[in-house]
């Protein structure tokens, strides 16, 4: 009698094993997503802010690709990431890129709020998983985000933040 109330305890923790790998996945995706975000802040606070807008992918930029820690290991072009799988590794676990924009007024989308202001959006992307990666190529634009083409579902996370110009005016 009791190894079968030993077995049953054991099926049903047994059956609790996929619920938790998936939360403890999403907790390790979220703390890999708050290492990166302190990297690419640390990044933009030490880039000139005339070079600011080098740093988007779709104007030159790299995609930044980051391990299963959050640690940045390589920087490809675009072109390279949707061409050249001959270069990729089994190291990379997320690809990262910027949206860099001029902030708005709220309510006034035509008036900018100041010319030492930038809106910068972060998208991440696992980048083994298929749907996200398409995704996280598509978007150019932040109000893209808010657009019937972006899919919540495909695993694409982005975090927005503002900067302002730390540096001299002459630069």
């Known amino acids: 009698m009791a190894i079968a109330i030993i077995g049953f305890a054991f099926v049903a923790l047994i059956g609790l094993l996929p619920s938790g790998m998936s939360i403890f996945r999403g907790s390790l995706d979220t703390s890999n997503e708050n290492w990166i975000m302190q990297d690419v802040n640390a990044m933009l606070q030490t880039t000139a802010w005339n070079k600011l807008e080098g740093m988007v992918a779709e104007k030159g930029g790299d995609v930044l690709i980051y391990d299963d820690e959050g640690k940045l290991v390589d920087r ?10 001959s270069k990729d590794s089994k190291d990379w676990q997320y690809a990262v890129k910027l949206v860099i924009e001029p902030v708005n ?5 035509t008036v900018l709020l100041s010319e030492d202001a930038r809106l910068v959006t972060i998208v991440i992307s696992p980048y083994r998983k298929a749907k996200a990666l398409e ?7 932040a109000a893209e985000f808010k657009g019937a083409g972006y899919n919540r579902n495909s695993g694409l996370r982005t975090r927005s933040f503002i900067i302002t110009r730390m540096d001299s005016a002459l630069d």
């Open 76 to 85: 490809v072009t675009l072109a390279a990431l949707t061409s050249d799988s």
């Open 135 to 141: 995704e996280f190529l598509k978007i150019t634009k």
């Open 105 to 109: 007024r709220p309510n006034e989308p």
